[in-house]
């Protein structure tokens, strides 16, 4: 038997030497926050390296850590009398906090002031967290709003999710009975709701997952599809802008649902050739192309640890700033073609209000929802006092880029001869395969959601089977039961409803609802009132934005 020095020592065993190999994350605390922070309580599955092994925790150290974890609960969370003393916390250089997202990330101690992000550093990693797919549906959403009341509403949800992000970062300092410094917002949500925070808070969390999730199924295939296509074009000698309404330029701009409403499922039958028809057969949008990610995706699901795909995070910003650059020029090419019609459509253009405009705003509340870790990101920026300030810039930047996308691809938008109601939910898809700018995009965005995909089903895993099982992988039986749900939820909605707009609005207001609206108002009203500081003008304003996200989420089943 080792003796408890010896023990607690070597808390974690780590298999790689941090120096050389370090982590995808670093989370840094000052060296005075430590004792704040204990017990250190990491389950074995939990801990991630980006290297390709997980760290290990052996039995005896994760049975004292579990002890520890054990007494802490037998105390109110003020009470301090049983913080685990020095001799059974695991060293500085062996430390791990455990990420709300389900991961455990190596902690490092720094000196005031040293060592931690800058405002900088800090508003990047905002912008490219918010910033994700649902800027393919930005275009989409103007259209359905309409050109001025698509700008009004784009700026009025930005500054709308800030302020109830706002809220969520000050939610904690409204706590003064409980020691709030390592907790995230679930732990908030626990303290003012109990068990029912809790499992709401998991069940809205796993909608945004799953959704998330679905809206990539349905874009892999769609890019999958594409891609295929391209280069079966390209070795064929086809041009596919010959089967559909399209301008007829250098640049062309198609219409594949010529304005049905419907998006286009892929399917173009070509005469005589039979090689062409089997591959129409065989290669196919909706009804074969979902089917063949399955032998891809569903392995990648059942890993136990996503710390190798973690390593492609860059990805993300790549495609952001390429799709940025590829509006860039289609809008140089093609020129502006606006016309003000306030409530008559016309032929080619609609009008500056339309009644559709909710469905712009349940996708813009998935667009800018980063409130569940907002105080993770948060916690490392080096001038705490400066929190407020970057995040306000990183959603104004946000805001700015998608306005900048939106308001470039519906301008551009050739009408005349197409009209603005072409537009597609993925706007990608109103560009030719042969476009070769919209190939890279694609075969961008197929790899990185590839990589992503198996990230989002490990984040679903962990929440969900952590919270009912006590374990992220309680066998390989449960992973697979959930994976198989996750994936033909995937595949159903790409063959039976591929419209990406449609998806990210529903799963965005629900999500929204408890996040963005209803949790960080009513919070907010439960700690004035028990401070006495509750006045009729913050309860109105507060119940008015929670029934916005209620009616946010109603509207969609009506649009």
Known sequence: MENTDNDSSHRLIPEVDPEIHPGPVNIQFDSSDLRSKRPFYIEPTNIVSINDVIQRVSDHASAMNKRIHYYSRLTAPADKALVAPDHVVPGPEERYVYSPLGSAYKLQCFSEGHGKNTSLVTIFMIWNTIMGTSILSIPWGIKQAGFTTGICVIMLMGLLTLYCCYRVVKSRAMISSVDTTTWEYPDVCRYYFGSFGQWSSLLFSLVSLVGAMIVYWVLMSNFLFNTGKFIFNFIHHINDTDAVLSTNDSNPVTCPSAGSGRPDNGSVTYSGDPGLQQFEKWWDKSRTVPFYLIGLLLPLLNFKSPSFFSKFNILGTVSILFLTFLVTVKAIHLGFHLEFHWFTPTEFF???????????????????????????????????????????????????????????????????????????????????????????????????????????????????????????????????????????????????????????????????????????????IIALRQEDRLTWPKLIVHVFIILLGLANLVVQFFM
Request: aromatic letters at 14%; a neutral charge; one cysteine or more.
């Open 350 to 524: 609609v009008p500056e209000i339309r009644y559709k405009f909710p469905q712009l705003t349940g996708v813009l509340t998935l667009a800018f929802f980063i409130h569940n870790c907002i105080i993770t990101l948060l916690k490392n920026n080096k001038n705490q006092e400066n929190n407020m300030r970057d995040l306000s810039i990183a959603y104004m930047l946000v805001t700015l880029t998608y306005l900048y996308v939106g308001v470039l691809v519906f301008a551009a938008f050739p009408s005349p001869p197409l009209s603005k109601d072409c537009i597609e939910q993925n706007f990608l898809d109103n560009f030719p395969n042969s476009d070769i700018l919209s190939f890279v995009a694609r075969i961008f965005l197929l790899f990185q959601m590839v990589t992503v995909y198996p990230l989002l089903g490990y984040l679903a895993r962990v929440q969900l089977l952590g919270q009912v099982f006590g374990d992220a992988y309680p066998s390989i039986f449960h992973v697979m039961i959930l994976n198989l749900i996750i994936v033909g939820a995937g595949v159903s909605m790409a063959c039976l409803y591929p419209n990406i707009g449609g998806i990210i609005r529903y799963s965005g207001a629900a999500c929204g609802l408890a996040f963005v609206f209803f949790y960080p108002s009513l919070i907010y």
